[in-house]
């Protein structure tokens, strides 16, 4: 189902009409009360006026996260704190926290592009729907909770943590709509399994996950599992919370709600911005912010922008499923490598759990990667000489796809620590 149709399935010239009004009232707004953005623009030499449309964003100076740090925690609000009705923070993956706030229309709009999230998910006002993100500070729980709401369904703000319980909940209450991170969602599978509950029972037919990254073949691990359809959505923190992109019914890549928030894909080294089908850094103008309107932010997450048409009638451009994001990529003797490339080949070749840590040391000036993936209980009586096969295999696909050696350790049954949340996919020994 659209959600809303008026600005999902916009001609992409009225599309960009709008995009450009925004913009210009962004930029007027940042310049009248913002004064980091103030002091940036006069640096390039920039005045609101030089802004005549969407086509001289690229004027603009970039954000980064380091500039959020530096202004902790308020310095970039461009509205009052008496405008300011709620504060959120950023889950704190990569250092300190960044801390966002939101007007009273900010929460509103953030409503409206979870509603249209859960809607392309396959929720309806009759759905029931999970809630399984964390709340709290971290905007997973909140956001979900908010669009469900919008949407009309009805909501059950389990928020994260207590497998069992969340089990006997999904079961109880009838849930057909699960909102949680993927790796939770294939957690709470095995849980299931382990403790003998029959799928049968459940009402389950939709998962609407995101906030980390999720290989294609992971995607299709859990949809196997639990039997339902799955799709990705995308979100920030700094951005308004997850809400930005998401997949539709035909889960290729995820719409990007335009009318809020502008992509583009830079090269990370040269800040040049890419043409549409490359891949590279993904950057965010949001248009209609208030609190803490970003201009072009750089988000560090790697994807490419499609804008072949989707079937399903949305005209907003797709971004594709994010390879990783920056921080994560663990460079192997110049070979860049992402957990998700490796998630892939794992899941593909199908001898093991879905379960797996990348592991990086540095030996001399060297940097090695250990991969630790874990076997099934049935294969804990296979013989060493068939688990070292295995191993060899594995290691030999990954020299092959990817370019890089690494020592691979098949590890027991459960002995990967399982996340709410974000999964920990990267253990990195460089800078201990
Ligand atoms: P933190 O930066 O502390 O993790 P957030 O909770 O705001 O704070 O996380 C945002 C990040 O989560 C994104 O920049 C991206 O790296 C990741 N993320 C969110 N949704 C997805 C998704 N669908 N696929 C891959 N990564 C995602
Ligand atoms: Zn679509």
Known sequence: MIYDPKHECMPREELRKLQSERLIQTVRR????????????????????????????????FTNKQDLRDHYPYGLFAAPMSDIVRLQASSGTTGKLTVVGYTAKDIDTW???????????????????????????????????????????TVVPVSAGNTQRQLMLLQDFGADVLACTPSYALHLAESMEDAGMDRSKFKLKYGVFGAEPCSEAMRKEIERRWQIRVTDIYGMCELTGPGVASECEHQTGMHVFEDHFFPEIIDPETLEPLPDGEQGELV??????????????RTRDITTILDDPCPCGRTLRRIKKILGRSDDMVIIRGVNVFPSQIETLLLEMGDVEPHYLLVVNREGALDTLEVRVEISEVMLTDEVRHLEEIEQKIKAQIASRLGVSAKVKLVEPKTIPRSEGKAKRVQDNRTL
Do not use: C, N, W
Request: glycine share 12%; aromatic share 8%; hydrophobic share 35%.
């Open 284 to 297: 965010f103008t949001t248009l209609s912010k208030e609190g803490i309107p970003l201009i072009r932010y």
């Open 30 to 61: 940042i310049y009248d009360h913002v004064p980091m953005y103030r002091e940036k623009m006069q640096e390039a030499g920039l005045t609101p006026e030089d802004i005549h449309s969407i086509d001289d964003l690229h004027k603009l100076p």
């Open 111 to 153: 409503s409206e592009v979870m509603a249209r999230t859960m809607a392309a998910g396959g929720a309806t006002r009759d759905s029931i729907v999970h809630v399984a993100y964390g709340y709290g500070l971290f905007t997973g729980g909140m956001g979900a909770h908010y669009g469900a709401e919008r949407l009309g369904a």
